[in-house]
T-cell receptor, first 112, second 115 residues
């Protein structure tokens, strides 16, 4: 069956450390994968998109990798801050991009 | 300001009473979509639309209807709501090309309670 899984429901780290979130998928062949941030009671906000032919993408303190052999994406936040505390969702394209399939999210808590 | 708006933001209704949740975007996006988000189940797609008069089912379409008569609007209709449709609903829009979707912009959400 098709699955998209984010490694853990919750991740707690200390301020200044690097947070690493994992997204694994099975029985999909996505052309791209996206990461979103969601704060409680609010809509997801787009962060980064990485295509299947890209190994790595960066934006400020964020870095995403995409390994189509392992069927895995890693999302890193370096020098994490309490303001980074939120739920992070990965999403992959399905059916030629007509749909986005979302993981259930990882809730990151950064303590000062 | 580029945005997706939804109305109402909060709604309490009773079983069987028809309701419509409106969604509008001001970015001239071709693609629009409705999701529901439930604890433990994540975001699931209800319906999507590739352009005006083109709609298709997502993963959980039962009990919902949509229409796309204008590019900017994509209302979600619950003809006969039931308690299992109590959820947080999000509308989203994006551009769509041969390379698929780009950034999805989400609305603020509509929290629906069906009694």
């Amino acid at each position: 069956s098709q699955k998209i899984e984010q490694n853990s429901e919750a991740l707690n780290i200390q301020e200044g450390k690097t947070a690493t979130l994992t997204c694994n998928y099975t029985n999909y062949s996505p052309a791209y994968l996206q990461w979103y941030r969601q704060d409680p009671g609010r809509g997801p906000v787009f962060l980064l998109l990485i295509r299947e032919n890209e190994k790595e993408k960066r934006k400020e303190r964020l870095k995403v990798t995409f390994d189509t052999t392992l069927k895995q994406s890693l999302f890193h936040i370096t020098a994490s801050q309490p303001a980074d505390s939120a739920t992070y969702l990965c999403a992959l394209d399905h059916q030629a991009g007509t749909a986005l399939i979302f993981g259930k999210g990882t809730t990151l808590s950064v303590s000062s | 300001e580029a945005q997706v708006t939804q109305n109402p933001r909060y709604l309490i209704t009773v079983t069987g009473k028809k309701l419509t949740v409106t969604c509008s975007q001001n970015m001239n996006h071709e693609y629009m979509s409705w999701y529901r988000q439930d604890p433990g189940l994540g975001l699931r797609q209800i319906y999507y639309s590739m352009n005006v008069e083109v709609t298709d089912k997502g993963d959980v379409p039962e009990g919902y209807k949509v229409s796309r008569k204008e590019k900017r609007n994509f209302p979600l209709i619950l003809e006969s709501p039931s308690p299992n449709q109590t959820s947080l609903y999000f509308c989203a829009s994006s551009t769509y090309s041969g390379a698929g979707q780009e950034t999805q912009y989400f609305g603020p959400g509509t929290r629906l309670l069906v009694l």
